[in-house]
Nanobody, 122 residues
Framework: QVQLVESGGGLVQPGGSLRLACSVF??????????MRWYRQAPGKQRDLVAD???????DYADAVKGRFIISRDFIKNTLLLQMNSLKSEDTAVYYC??????????????WGQGTQVTVSA
């Protein structure tokens, strides 16, 4: 029932910017979205954590993106954003949204989006 949907990926030149978004569907007002995360996976590589943000607004970034990417969230709309600046070819990957979602007394469940392709190339 719960579904995460990413958007905003595409082709961008080195040094350019993109903004990714992740929307959470299929939850009622009694549900809470806890920690949300962005992962990425380049061809032939493992899936790596890019950034995460807690329900308290605390953020963490991978060293490779620190100073260039900004993670944020809208607690009312249950959306996750990733502003990507000064993009490099090394940032090329499929970017995945990940979130812990719980309802009422139920323990949180982890969910994944389908991913959105980001290609940085001249």
């Amino acid at each position: 029932q719960v579904q995460l949907v990413e958007s905003g990926g595409g082709l961008v030149q080195p040094g350019g910017s993109l903004r990714l978004a992740c929307s959470v569907f299929g939850i009622g007002s009694n549900f809470r979205v806890y920690t949300m995360r962005w992962y990425r996976q380049a061809p032939g590589k493992q899936r790596d954590l890019v950034a995460d943000i807690s329900r308290a607004g605390e953020v963490d970034y991978a060293d490779a993106v620190k100073g260039r990417f900004i993670i944020s969230r809208d607690f009312i709309k249950n959306t996750l954003l990733l502003q990507m600046n000064s993009l490099k070819s090394e940032d090329t990957a499929v970017y995945y949204c990940n979130a812990d979602v719980g309802g009422g007394i139920d323990p949180p469940t982890n969910y994944w989006g389908q991913g959105t392709q980001v290609t940085v190339s001249a």
